[in-house]
């Protein structure tokens, strides 16, 4: 079987590995972060570490291009944004040295990526969308404050234009803002890293309205389909899915379809939505031009979306809609521990409910009894993350002593 070449070893690719590697498929995980661990999985025909794409973009495609000669032929599935994003930029190079490259094109993968030319579209198409304007100068937020007089203008959402980049530099997928001059505050922040940012208005709603339309579409038509609400986020407010659970939504079929229709989508995507108690409508927050955080759940479900791909551009077999199981839930059991307070702080937020997801029948994000190695990675790079946070701690305690014995010696610089 030709071997596929997952780009970006975190809990996305992870979720490739296991969905690929035990129907046979060779799997090799090129991974370039410290917190990867994928690689670790023990259906993965070979691990290397590579060049960090966002740090050193020509040596990561040497590396690729190189790797294409050990396994010609094989199928390159990004499974990061990081990774996306160079291969959009670099995908006919790639193809030329003899890969199948399993992304769009680099038009819509860019679309995707920007969020200012996400939401243009989806208005220009008729999806609903949030109201959004794009951030050039502190005026634009005195103009959206202006326009939001008298309704619900704040608090916000400022969100990064390039989540992945947003998310290395500040923790966090977005900034909820209180007001214009807290808005004004987080925008220059961004604007002092060179990263763009869109202001927003912010859906009522918890987590809960947050739901999943994931699809295979090829050819204008949707192949397979299968969608998922959102259950709790880590970290609680500003963050990415740790609780998602399969759920059948008729309803989204349609905004789902209609915007990869637009953006002209042509293999797997995931399409985040929020539906807005306000109107009932779902409207549309990011498009994940590759795998998705909680990829098992569908996995698991019976919709194995990386298996029925590789067959598709490998083999040409066409993908059937699969029967998918309803009422799984998908944890990321360490990411959802750590933002347990947050929630269990919530007026009748109960433990009960916290822990309905682990009573009922689940799937874990990187747990598997079958395949212990990436648990065993996480908990190696935890241990070391909580290692430097302490010795953090001692460096400053220690520092603040000297400080105060100099000041009680009547020391000054």
Request: proline share 8%; net charge positive; glycine share 8%.
């Amino acid at each position: 079987m030709r071997p596929v070449v997952v780009v970006g070893g975190g809990t996305p690719g992870l979720a490739a590995v296991r969905a690929l590697g035990p129907h046979g498929v060779p799997v090799v995980v090129a991974h370039y972060d410290e917190r990867d661990t994928a690689h670790a999985s023990k259906w993965v025909h070979e691990a290397l570490s590579c060049p960090h794409p966002e740090h050193d973009e020509p040596a990561f495609v040497a590396f690729l291009i190189l790797l294409a000669a050990r396994y010609p032929g094989s199928l390159l599935v990004p499974a990061s944004d990081r990774g996306l994003v160079t291969l959009a930029g670099h995908a006919e190079r790639l193809i030329q040295a003899g890969y199948l490259v399993a992304a769009p094109s680099e038009w819509t993968i860019r679309t995707c990526l920007d969020k200012s030319a996400t939401y243009a579209l989806a208005e220009q198409r008729g999806v609903p969308s949030p109201r959004t304007i794009a951030l050039s100068g502190i005026e634009d937020i005195e103009r959206y404050a202006a326009a939001a007089e008298g309704s619900d203008g704040f608090p916000a959402v400022l969100k990064p234009t390039m989540s992945h980049l947003y998310l290395a530099k500040f923790g966090r997928k977005w900034t909820l803002v209180d007001s214009p001059e807290q808005a004004v505050t987080e925008y220059l922040r961004a604007d002092e890293v060179g990263l763009e940012v869109v202001l927003q208005e912010l859906i009522p709603g918890d987590e809960r309205c947050g739901v999943n339309y994931n699809a295979y579409f090829w050819a204008g038509q949707p192949l397979v389909e299968m969608t998922a609400t959102k259950i709790r986020n880590s970290p609680a407010d500003t963050g990415s899915p740790s609780v998602v659970v399969s759920h059948e939504l008729p309803e989204l079929l349609a905004p789902g379809r209609q915007m990869l229709r637009a953006l002209n989508y042509e293999g797997f995507a995931n399409i985040e939505f929020k539906r807005d108690p306000r109107d009932g409508q779902y409207k549309i927050i990011e498009v994940n031009a590759r795998h998705n955080l909680s990829a098992t759940l569908a996995v698991r479900c019976g919709v194995n979306f990386p298996l029925l791909q590789y067959r598709h551009l490998v083999h040409g077999e066409a993908p059937h809609q699969p029967p998918c199981r309803q009422g799984l839930y998908w944890i990321d059991i360490s990411r959802d521990a750590k933002d347990a307070m947050s929630y269990l702080r919530r007026p009748k937020y109960t433990v009960r409910r916290f822990l309905r997801p682990y009573l009922a029948p689940h799937v874990a994000a990187v747990w598997d009894a079958r395949d212990p190695g990436p648990a065993v990675a996480r908990a190696r790079y935890s241990a070391k993350a909580v290692a430097r946070l302490v010795a953090r701690l001692i460096r400053g305690n220690r520092g603040s002593a000297g400080a105060r014995a100099a000041l009680r010696g009547g020391k000054t610089r």
